[in-house]
């Protein structure tokens, strides 16, 4: 069991806070006692969250590409007290079929979803910033093991997001700080309310292929809450799949 003294007095950056799920680790880590920089983009979300912890919950709105801000806000956040994880959980999805293939479209999904998640760990990959036995925590997808039409790009960024955390684990083995990614089937929150329409038989024909029904942001927080703490100190490189059997 994870408990709160676990968390007590730890320091997280987690994106994709303004909503869904990166919203409610948030709010679990901060309710558990650690400090949390929450980064999004959107200022009002960003703020209805801080009002729930306001000693606990720093916010910066910014779009999370522009990558001179990442590090500034890293580099402000980490300088009061070392790190001692963070959570890449900002991600978009497009329907992206191969009729109608928009590079654009792509390339910004790339960026999302997989740059911002390295250049998120490259950011807190030295003991300067980060405290040795520190936690980095991908949110994947089942998109990056198991096929869906028009999912060509967030399929392509979920997959390649899983292998870059076997490598970067390796690289950040010696500085002791581990690194895995999750990968949730479907979540009920913002992005899947989006995607109703990608599905030519509606999102029930999706739906049905979760034995155990979908998810929603608890289920995500508590898997993302035990790779965090020091209860998965021996797990690193590794993926989890959180769906509901979808993948079986
Ligand atoms: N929901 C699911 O079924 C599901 C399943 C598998 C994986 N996932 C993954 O889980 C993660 C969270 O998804 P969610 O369902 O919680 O989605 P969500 O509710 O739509 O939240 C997405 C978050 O990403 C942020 N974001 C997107 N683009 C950004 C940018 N350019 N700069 C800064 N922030 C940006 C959004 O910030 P703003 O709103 O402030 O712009 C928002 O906080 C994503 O990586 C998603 O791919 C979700």
């Known amino acids: 069991m994870i408990t709160t003294d676990e968390f007590e007095s730890k320091r997280f950056i987690i994106t994709g806070a303004s909503s869904g799920i990166g919203r409610k680790i948030a709010i679990d880590l901060a309710a558990k006692g650690s400090s949390v920089l929450a980064l ?3 200022q009002d979300k960003l703020q209805s ?3 729930l912890y306001p000693e606990k919950i720093e916010i910066e709105a910014f779009d999370i590409l522009d990558f001179s801000q990442l590090k500034l806000v890293v580099e402000k956040f980490s300088e009061k007290a070392k790190l001692d994880g963070c959570v890449h959980a900002a991600g978009i999805n497009k329907f992206t079929p191969l009729r109608a293939l928009n590079w654009n479209v792509f390339e910004k999904i790339m960026k999302t979803n997989l740059y911002s998640g390295i250049e998120l760990i490259r950011l807190c990959a030295s003991n300067k910033i980060s405290n040795s036995g520190s936690s980095i925590v991908m949110i994947s997808s089942v998109a990056g093991i198991k096929g869906e039409m028009g999912f060509t790009a ?3 960024s979920k997959g390649a997001l899983i292998s870059a955390v076997k490598c970067l684990a390796l690289e950040l083995s010696n500085s002791k700080i ?6 949730p089937g479907v979540v009920e929150t913002e992005l899947t309310k989006s ?3 990608f599905y030519p038989d509606g999102i029930e024909s999706v739906v049905k292929k979760h034995p155990g029904g979908i998810g929603n942001v ?3 927080s508590n898997l993302v809450q035990f790779l965090l703490s020091n209860k998965s100190r021996w797990i690193t490189g590794s993926n989890y799949i959180i769906d509901g059997g979808y993948t079986i």
């Open 49 to 51: 969250l801080k009002i």
């Open 178 to 183: 581990r690194v895995n990614s999750i990968s």
């Open 40 to 42: 999004g983009r959107n």
């Open 154 to 156: 967030y399929a392509s």
């Open 218 to 220: 608890d289920d995500i």
């Open 195 to 197: 995607m109703e329409s």
